[in-house]
Each structure stands twice: as structure tokens, then as C-alpha cells.
């Protein structure tokens, strides 16, 4: 049996930087995880398994602490229903909860650090980072700012 493996990112760069490992996904019992936006709705017809999380935005203070707590529930919920052996992500926002539940659940953790950051750390990555098993960075100046990440190279 094939292990079962969450890929999880906001929508966007990070998106595109995760499906680059589309090849490896090929290989497990893979499912997506992304924010349902229209350059997303397309996902379903490229992957078996595609879930969508409600759009994750700090900046709406009025509704922040809503769409918060609707991730938290659909994380809840996403958990249970895949039971996932390992969550890959490449942030950022909504992927926060996934991670840290995920971990409370006992699911090993990829975190790959976005190529677009060369000297300054990410939010998520940083959060992320404490609940990684591999924390993965694309830039080898980012290494000094996760002393146990794990150099890869682009995954472009």
C-alpha cells in the first residue's frame, strides 16, 4: 500500500512551486490542498484528489479570526478523512494550522522554504520550521536562517 501524502500550499507562487514535484506525487497516494480561487478550480482535472481551504488573508481584520477558525475546522476535518502519513508543504498562510494539527496528529512534516526568499525568513517558515521533521531550503544562504534545514537546490 502506498503512502499517503498531503501537498499543501496557498495558491499562487507557492502553488507553482509544488506542483514541480508533480513527478514525485505520481508515486504516492497523493492529495492537494490549495485555496479555492479560479486559477485553481482547473486542479480537479489534472489530480485524482484535490481539497480546498477558504482564502487565508491577515490583512481583513474584520474577518481574520472567521476564516481562521473555518480553517482550523476544514483541517480538522481533512485530517480524519485522508489520514495522511506525511504533509509536504511550501507555505504560506493557510497551510500554518495544517502543519501544526497535522503535527499534533503525529504526521511527518516536509516544509520547503519558498525560492523566493534568498535572506530573510518567511512567517510560515518560521512557524513551520519548529514543527518540520525535514525542513527543506532552495538557497543555501537560507540555511543560516534554519541551522537544521536540509539544503535541495530549486525545485524549478
Known amino acids: 500500500m502506498s503512502k ?8 499562487g507562487g507557492h502553488l507553482e512551486q509544488l506542483l514541480n514535484l508533480k513527478t514525485t506525487m505520481k508515486e504516492f497516494d497523493s492529495h492537494i490542498i490549495t485555496e479555492l480561487n479560479p486559477s485553481t478550480r482547473n486542479l480537479k482535472d489534472n489530480f485524482d484528489s484535490v481539497h480546498y481551504l477558504p482564502f487565508f488573508s491577515r490583512q481583513n481584520k474584520l474577518t481574520f479570526p472567521f476564516v481562521f477558525l473555518k480553517i482550523i475546522l476544514k483541517t480538522i476535518f481533512l485530517l480524519r478523512k ?14 500554518v494550522p495544517f502543519v501544526i494539527l497535522g503535527k499534533l496528529s503525529g504526521k511527518k512534516i516536509i516544509y520547503i522554504e519558498t525560492f523566493s526568499r534568498i535572506k530573510s525568513a518567511t512567517l510560515s517558515g518560521r512557524v513551520c520550521y519548529r514543527f518540520s521533521d525535514v525542513f527543506v531550503v532552495q538557497w543555501k544562504e537560507v ?10 537546490g530549486s525545485i524549478y
Open 82 to 95: 485522508i489520514s495522511p502519513d506525511v504533509i509536504v508543504t511550501t507555505g504560506a498562510g493557510m497551510v
Open 143 to 152: 540555511q543560516k536562517l534554519y541551522p537544521k534545514s536540509v539544503y535541495f
Open 4 to 11: 499517503k501524502v498531503v501537498f499543501i500550499s496557498s495558491s
